[in-house]
């Protein structure tokens, strides 16, 4: 059973091959060597000092368990990536003239800069020697790919140093530097340690993949503790960074928001003169106006999200897992003080959600985001011709819906989860579109018109000829129409149509009418959250069509019911403050309960959490009982009947995925960061919660 600290474990399984190493060299160059680990003081006394977490060991001990190996054979690789580590560190220390690492005076600083640079030349040679001897694959193919990681690491060290000199470093080219910096000797350990193990290729990259995302994640929250950072848990004066004008990732981010801290930034920190204490607190302050700590904050997660589907990408054993993602969040967590969290200023406290199951992450992710990206800005969904102004690239961006459906749909090939992304996207689109162009206005007759063209372009004869798109709307649903009702049977796509068409009647009986009844309203939100289009997306996501037996089944319904009534209940919890805050807004069955039953607020989010948990507990019996009844009832053959529980299955995930991405997207965060990514946040979210959406009002708005 492995130990708690994989950090522990990583140092005794490394340390005798440090030790040797260093036992390989001059008396002199030994001696910097042993005093930059740790080992000794600068008159050699032994000491019991702290040589470093030793992250890239662990990383390459645990990539080795997690592909059936053992930490044993990834000994070497874990010797061969710290010492290229502090290679970097002895030679880093110099060039930026750091005096202290640690809470010690740096290696420089005690022996002189010569017997520094020579200490770190000989762990690069030593650090090959320990591939070399433990043979192939290692004295091969790692060789190799550590000489690359290494190459990598000078280009950045290189950038990073010729940046100092700049005025106009971009964000995209200081992100490669980061990951050149980091990510390389995190994705390269690893590398080495799956493939100590014999891991076969696709499973070596795929963990590659997850230690280059979590270098960047971790350069992130370095530079972050950078500037805001404990002096006592870094080991590094206060504003370290921005005492030597370090052009870090917060730092560039907010050095091209374009905006008024930004250009009052860009005036003090490219002045030639030193900036005394008050100014670096100015600089700190003004980083934080322009958004660059918290952009800092979400692109720390977005890599964070993007490592943890790469190591799920490579089908790991469960226990090295386990401990790979809590090394990933411990490594990847910003520092606290007024990071962004769900909470914010929220005015009660978060039940304890019971679900069925956690949440699990589609490794397409990234995939999710750029394609739909693309397709917002090609369908006019980002077009600021638009008669109502549409979204932002930056609200597209927070309101991230390719996590939404990396969360709800783990197990989709790319190719759909693009396709029910897109989707998604356009739904909600057309729930903002809604609030901003009829909801504000009272208009119901042209809602009625608009809505009333949107299923010509969802025919249930795919030949058909469509109508020219006259809007963003029409458009989006005539490209996904085509995507996804080709793939489709006749009677599967009556089924999708009649669904769109019952959201489509439910926005309009939203906008005409408004309850405070529980039981009522939760009746008329069944008609506007699109439960049943969004189960088509589902069958359309496993790419197997529920039998017609399971399709029109009130069982299936009930299923179907359970599962989005949780996640509409689920959103009003977080989302109720910002309704509170409308004295003219019902639609929330937190504020429903509360008037109802006369309690306050957190009795309020309690019971509509035991509503969510009463509907987890119908779903499981339905999956559990009903549904299999249902298979032996109509007697289905292999195939159909893998395809209703399969169905069933993929159902499980949309509760915690949903949850999750509450947690997690900018416009369920607290104003402080949501203002500063986006021009308008919504309300609730999700199909059919267009009329309870008002608009933010304080900074940002």
Same mark, same amino acid.
């Given at each position: ?8 474990? @990583?140092?005794? &399984? ?30 050699? %006394? ?6 470093? !977490? ?49 809470? %010690?005076?740096?290696?420089?600083? *005690? ?20 591939? *070399? ?5 290692? =004295? ?76 960047? @994640?971790?350069? &992130? ?21 921005? %005492? ?15 905006? /008024? ?6 005036? &003090? ?59 990933? =969040? ?34 397409? &992710? ?6 739909? !990206? ?31 459906? =990396? ?135 496993? /790419? ?8 029109? =089944? ?35 069955? *937190?504020? *429903? ?76 965060? /607290? ?31």
């Amino acid at each position: 059973m492995a130990a708690a600290d994989p950090f522990h474990r @990583a140092r005794e &399984l490394v340390t005798p091959g440090l030790r040797a190493a260093a036992d390989r060299m001059n008396s002199a160059t030994r001696q910097v060597i042993g005093y930059h680990f740790g080992w000794w003081d600068e008159h050699g %006394r032994p000491l019991d000092a702290n040589g470093g !977490k030793a992250v890239r060991p662990a990383l390459a001990m645990l990539a080795a368990e997690a592909v059936g190996g053992t930490a044993d054979q990834a000994a070497d690789a874990g010797v061969a990536v710290e010492l290229a580590h502090n290679y970097s560190l002895l030679h880093d220390d110099v060039m930026d003239q750091d005096r202290t690492r640690r809470h %010690r005076p740096t290696a420089w600083t *005690v022996y002189g800069v010569p017997a520094a640079i020579l200490a770190g030349d000989a762990l690069t040679t030593l650090a090959v020697e320990a591939l *070399v001897a433990d043979g192939p694959p290692l =004295s091969t193919q790692g060789v190799e790919r550590l000489n690359s990681a290494l190459l990598r690491l000078i280009d950045g060290q290189a950038a990073d140093t010729a940046f100092e000199g700049r005025t106009d470093v971009g964000l995209d080219e200081c992100v490669t530097m980061a990951g050149d910096k980091t990510g390389a000797l995190f994705a390269v350990a690893c590398e080495l340690g799956a493939l100590a193990a014999g891991a076969p290729p696709e499973r070596v990259w795929q963990l590659r993949q997850f230690g280059e995302h979590l270098g960047l @994640a971790f350069q &992130l929250v370095d530079d972050l503790l950078g500037i805001w950072g404990d002096p006592e848990s870094t080991g590094k004066p206060v504003l370290s960074d921005l %005492r030597s004008r370090k052009k870090s990732l917060p730092v560039v981010a907010a050095l091209n928001a374009g905006n /008024g801290a930004a250009g009052r930034l860009v005036e &003090l920190y490219h002045r030639a003169a030193p900036l005394d204490d008050a100014e670096l607190r100015t600089c700190a302050d003004l980083i934080e106006e322009a958004g660059g700590r918290a952009w800092a904050h979400q692109e720390t997660q977005r890599q964070l999200d993007a490592a943890l589907a790469c190591l799920q990408a490579a089908n790991p054993d469960s226990t090295a897992a386990a401990e790979l993602g809590a090394l990933a =969040s411990r490594l990847g967590t910003p520092p606290a003080k007024h990071a962004p969290t769900d909470s914010g200023s929220r005015s009660f406290e978060l039940p304890e959600f019971q679900i069925n199951r956690a949440a699990r992450l589609n490794p397409q &992710l990234e995939t999710a985001r750029a394609h739909t !990206k693309a397709w917002a800005g090609q369908m006019g969904l980002l077009d600021p011709s638009a008669d109502v102004v549409p979204w932002t690239e930056a609200q597209l961006a927070a309101n991230d819906f390719g996590l939404l459906c =990396s969360h709800t749909f783990p197990d989709a090939p790319v190719d759909r989860l693009t396709t029910v992304t897109d989707w998604h996207t356009w739904l909600f689109h057309l729930d903002d579109y809604i609030v901003e162009a009829f909801t504000r206005t009272g208009d119901v007759a042209s809602a009625k018109a608009y809505l009333a063209r949107i299923p010509r372009f969802a025919p249930v004869d795919p030949g058909r000829d469509l109508p020219t798109p006259a809007n963003p709307t029409e458009r989006g649903l005539a490209d996904l129409w085509s995507r996804t009702a080709s793939t489709m049977s006749h009677g599967w796509r009556c089924r999708l149509r009649a669904a769109l068409e019952d959201l489509l009647t439910g926005h309009l009986l939203e906008l005409r009418r408004h309850t405070s009844d529980p039981v009522e309203y939760l009746e008329m939100k069944r008609k506007t959250n699109g439960g049943r289009l969004a189960a088509g997306l589902a069958e359309f996501a496993q /790419g197997a069509e529920l039998p017609a037996a399971a399709a029109d =089944s009130s069982r299936t319904r009930a299923l179907v019911d359970a599962v989005t009534d949780s996640a509409l209940l689920l959103n009003d919890i977080f989302s109720y403050d910002r309704e509170a805050a409308d004295a003219g807004e019902t639609a929330n069955m *937190v504020l *429903v309960l509360k008037d109802f039953l006369g309690c306050d607020v957190q009795q309020a989010v309690n019971a509509t959490n035991d509503m969510i948990t009463a509907r987890v507990r119908r779903f499981e019996h339905i999956a559990g009982v009903d549904m299999p009844e249902l298979c032996e009832d109509h007697r289905l053959g292999d195939e159909d009947r893998a395809a209703v529980l399969g169905f069933v299955d993929s159902l499980r995930d949309w509760l915690p995925g949903w949850l999750e991405w509450h947690k997690r997207a900018a416009r369920y965060r /607290g104003s402080a960061v949501t203002a500063s990514v986006t021009r308008r946040l919504a309300g609730p979210t999700g199909f059919g919660t267009a009329t309870a959406r008002r608009p933010l009002v304080g900074a940002g708005s």
